[in-house]
């Protein structure tokens, strides 16, 4: 199924815009997920390392230079369309950190165990925040612990609300 | 009665623009609109805009039009009438203005120029039992959502997935509201795909060629059937699912506003791809009659980054006519264009842009 069709990308979506193997081993970096032409520039411009290319035309498509990036994630937050992450494979041994845009309530708390979505909206597993940053932007940036073999997959969280009823 | 330079009709992205833009000349200035606040659409827009960062991508939209208003206050020839609805257009330039608490206000403003920017209205899609309490537009739920803080329904079905179909589910779901599903007739997502995504990621499925068959309930909604169309947009049988919703969503489309400028007698065509009758209007959005300027969604329906441009862009050209002194006017009407034309230069703007062809009044004019 077609990402216009589903609005979930497809493996060959995603292919075209991973950095390769050795960079992703070489610590945190971007992940562009933005596949469609649309008039919009933050995320190059709110790049301070130039990895983000400066746009020639407004609608360009974000081309990333993987060995300017330092994952810093400034970007994260600069994206109208919440389509940035920062991935960091060196996590751990077996765990990598995923650094998302949320915009939800309830704000999640330091150490706390939320649920990991992927790109359907299904829960993978459970896993921990270890860093929430509130940007004045309101578009915050979640940095969650995931097992390596799901950092591929995982693209969003789900914070339980103990105050809810419904 | 009372006179001014340039009324504007709307007090939206497209009319606020036009104001800033115009009074900022010198021109003196009655901004019209009709609701309790000036700021037509944005206020309720949550999310961040595209668009270039020199304009205003990366602010939400409600914070656009919270600088545009505090703008227009720190200009002294603008007049601001909130809560007022323009009634018709007389040949001697007069527009007559109900107004008031108990709306028994009828004043007459005569306007050397007038830019209408009154926006668009949102379209109704026939199916079984909508008229059932519970069916809402896209426009009234953020209104009730975003302006007063009032939750439509519990379990929401929306209909349309263009960008308004996927802004306001994303905007339900931020207010804790359950989105069941969104269906779209079409066969590919019509809004950004960013926007889509980030949906999805959330769970909520989207399901392309797909519409509305009915809904049912005693006194209000409390199912939905959703059917899958085939490319005649005919229901394809066996195809039905039956959805546990309480809300359903309308966000099928807008239609421009045009009515004044058809009483005005400015020439019309029916454009497709610009969602309905339009006026016929030159590169300075000026239309078939010297006085009137259009912007916005009432020029053709489109995004409000492009109706802001065309606000400036209207505002501009109705000052310079009056004999506004504006020292590099070429320099600045052609800037505007230029960016106008760089938001448009996408494969999404491509019907727009084909659309605007066939109203556009080409060469020089008086």
């Known amino acids: 199924m077609m990402l216009e069709r589903t609005g979930v990308p497809t493996e060959e979506n995603l292919e075209k815009i991973y950095p390769d193997k050795k960079r992703l081993t070489q610590g945190p970096v971007v992940i562009i997920e933005c596949f469609q032409k649309i008039p919009c520039d933050p995320c190059a411009i709110s790049c301070k390392f130039g990895a983000i290319k400066p746009f020639k035309d407004i609608n360009d498509l974000p081309q990333v230079d993987f060995n300017k990036c330092t994952g810093c994630g400034v970007c994260i937050s600069a994206c109208p369309g919440l389509a940035i992450f920062v991935l960091d494979e060196n996590y751990s041994e077996n765990e990598s950190l995923i650094k998302l845009p949320y915009e939800m309530l309830p704000l999640p708390q330091k150490e706390e165990k939320v649920c990991a979505l992927d790109r359907n909206g299904h829960t993978l597993c459970r896993v921990k925040v270890v860093r929430f940053q509130k940007i004045k932007n309101k578009t915050n940036v979640v940095s969650i612990v995931v097992p390596k073999k799901l950092s591929g997959k995982i693209r969003s969280i789900k914070v339980e609300d103990k105050n809810d009823e419904r | 009665m009372k006179k001014t330079d340039i009324a504007i ?85 007069v527009i007559t203005v109900v107004r008031g608490a108990k709306e028994d206000i009828l004043e007459k403003i005569k306007a050397v120029r007038i830019i209408v920017a009154a926006g668009a209205s949102e379209n109704m899609l026939p199916f079984e039992n909508n008229d059932l309490p519970g069916v809402y537009g896209a426009g009234a739920v953020q209104t009730l959502m975003n302006l007063y803080g009032v939750v439509p329904g519990k379990s929401i079905l929306m209909i349309g997935a263009g960008n308004i179909g996927l802004i306001v589910s994303y905007q339900l779901l931020q207010a804790g509201i359950h989105v069941e599903a969104i269906v779209e007739a079409l066969p590919r997502i019509g809004g950004y795909l960013v926007h889509a995504s980030k949906i999805r990621r959330l769970g909520v499925p989207i399901y392309t060629t797909h519409t509305i068959k009915q809904v049912y309930g005693t006194e209000h909604i409390e199912k939905a059937v959703i059917c899958e169309i085939d490319k005649n947009f005919k229901f394809i049988d066996g195809t039905e699912k039956e959805l546990d919703v309480d809300t359903i969503c309308l966000a099928v489309g807008l239609s421009p506003l045009s009515d004044l400028l058809w009483h005005a007698g400015c020439k019309m065509k029916y454009i497709s791809e610009l969602g309905g009758y339009v006026a016929l209007r030159d590169d300075n959005l000026k239309t078939t009659k010297d006085n009137i300027y259009i912007a916005g969604d009432v020029a053709g329906i489109e995004e409000a980054s492009s109706a802001m441009l065309e606000g400036n862009i209207a505002g501009l050209n109705a000052a310079v006519s009056l004999g506004c002194s504006c020292k590099d006017f070429q320099q600045q009407n052609n800037k505007l264009k230029s960016e106008l034309s760089e938001l448009r230069a996408n494969p999404l703007s491509e019907k727009v842009k084909e659309g605007i062809n066939k109203v556009l009044i080409k060469g020089k004019r008086g």
């Open chain 2, 9 to 93: 009709i709307g007090g939206g992205p497209a009319g606020l623009s036009a104001a800033i833009s115009a009074a900022s000349l010198g021109a003196k200035i009655v901004l019209i609109d009709d609701g309790l606040e000036l700021g037509g659409q944005l206020i309720k827009q949550t999310h961040k805009f595209f668009g270039s960062e020199k304009q205003f991508a990366g602010i939400r939209g409600i914070e656009i039009a919270r600088n545009m208003i505090e703008e227009l206050k720190g200009l002294e020839n603008v007049e601001i009438f909130k809560k007022a609805t323009v009634t018709g257009y007389y040949e001697d330039n």
